[in-house]
């Protein structure tokens, strides 16, 4: 059995995808559940989320990384030469918390991944093209049964481009964080037909190999719903502005992403809003400082007076959004 992997989408940059990996990663840790974050965006944001200066200079600066396997990247190179994918050494956060760090040289691997997409439809050996596309799903996989894990949350860049594709293929939920604005309507509008043709596109490989030698990921791509972010640096609009954006979202998620028909006379039920989510204003550069998520911050970290009441609401609104992702993908705790 493979272990379910979430993925935080939205081709427009800058809408909180990184931001939630890190805290929803630590908030779905300390409710017991065990946890794998993976970063396949070639920016390495949530890699220099998690780890210190020093930290990252080993990953990234070493002399030789050709031998190694502390990135996504290194893990997958092999596959560029005769090699195959190597197990991932990862990076522990928390007891129950592991990341596999993401790499800047991943970028480099996207003309790769592109070239590979059209021979899994071919009629020649399969083996190789497989492996390479599905290589990202393979390395999280590795890591997850290292650690037990229960979930792995993905992040991954804005764009659709090769490495999303291969990213999203690995991907059994979807979540899309957006903001309140014409761009971010924009990219839903493409963003709903991409992930459908991507779902196709894959079952199509996947029912060209008639006997994989190795497990594939499903590319279900399931949206689980979308997080709304209300920090959007164009907030300094009037609220005017933010609401007639808002309020087109539920009915143009409905129709680009679950491609549902919906009658202009109906009024769209906002079901799949999983959070509006607050600007964290000082909380936020106070949390970066000490690589901690906003709900974790002390009074030792500045988290004094106001900013504790701040500290305690992020607590129960991240609470909140992982117990709804959680039961929206078939998680949801137990009662003993
Ligand atoms: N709830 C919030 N309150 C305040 N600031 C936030 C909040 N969420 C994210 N930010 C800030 O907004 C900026 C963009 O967030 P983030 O990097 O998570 O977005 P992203 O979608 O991952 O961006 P990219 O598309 O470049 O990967 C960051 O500076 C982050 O600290
Ligand atoms: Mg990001």
Not at 278 to 300: C, D, G, N, W
């Amino acid at each position: 059995m493979s272990v379910p992997v979430l993925t935080f989408f939205n081709n427009k940059g800058g809408v909180g995808k990184t931001s939630l990996v890190f805290h929803l990663a630590w908030m779905l840790s300390e409710m017991g559940k065990r946890v794998v974050t993976i970063d396949l965006d070639p920016q390495a944001n949530l890699t220099s989320a998690f780890l210190s200066e020093d930290d990252l200079e080993l990953l990234w600066d070493a002399d030789d990384t050709s031998q190694r396997n502390s990135t996504i990247y290194q893990c997958v190179r092999p596959l560029t030469e005769v090699g195959d994918i190597l197990a991932p050494q990862t990076q522990r956060i928390s007891p129950r918390l592991h990341l596999v760090p993401g790499d800047l040289a991943l970028a480099g691997f996207e003309d790769f991944l592109s070239q590979e997409w059209p021979n899994a439809l071919g009629s020649g050996s399969l083996y190789r093209p497989f492996r390479i596309l599905s290589s990202f799903w393979q390395v999280a996989q590795m890591a997850a049964q290292q650690h037990g894990a229960d979930i792995i949350l993905a992040d991954v860049g804005p764009n659709l481009g090769a490495i999303n594709r291969s990213a999203l293929i690995g991907t059994d939920h979807v979540v899309i964080p957006l903001a309140a604005d014409l761009f971010s309507l924009q990219g839903l509008r493409n963003l709903g037909p991409t992930l459908q043709a991507w779902r196709a596109d894959w079952r199509k490989r996947v029912d060209n190999w008639t006997v994989p030698a190795f497990p594939l990921p499903a590319g279900s791509m399931k949206p689980v719903g979308y997080i709304l972010m209300q920090h959007s640096e164009r907030l300094s609009r009037p609220a005017k502005a933010y609401k007639k954006w808002a309020d087109r979202i539920p009915s143009t998620y409905q129709q680009s992403v679950l491609n549902q028909a919906r009658s202009p006379l109906t009024p769209p039920i906002d079901g799949d809003c999983l959070a509006r989510l607050k600007h964290y204003r000082s909380l936020v550069p106070m949390a970066q400082e000490v690589r901690k998520p906003i709900f974790q911050l002390t009074a030792a970290d500045g988290a004094i007076g106001s900013h504790s009441y701040a500290v305690k609401d992020a607590a129960s609104d991240f609470r909140a959004l992982a117990d709804d992702i959680l039961k929206r993908i078939g998680q949801e705790e137990q009662p003993p």
